[in-house]
């Protein structure tokens, strides 16, 4: 029991069907940007005074061991 429908409500349904589904992608794409650079900013870098190893250990912390040599070491102040 379809009904025949008028074109130009068909092509207003598809457009907006297309918008909404650009809108979710913006929204989804920018949580994810914002989650990653999170992520990334609040990464601490060390550089280990004892072997000259450059490491990154998640989250912000003033220290943390070096992963080769065991030394603990201070982290990078940009
Ligand atoms: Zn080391």
Not at 13 to 23: D, H, N, P, Q, S
């Amino acid at each position: 029991m379809l009904q025949p429908i008028d074109i130009s409500v068909f092509l207003a349904l598809v457009t907006a069907i297309v918008a909404i589904g650009f809108i979710c992608l913006q929204a989804w794409y920018d949580r994810r940007d914002a989650i990653l650079s999170d992520h990334r900013r609040l990464s601490s870098v060390f550089s280990c005074t004892r072997c000259a190893l450059t490491y990154v250990r998640p989250r912000r912390r003033e220290e943390a061991p070096c992963p080769r040599c065991g030394w603990n070491n201070v982290r990078l102040k940009f």
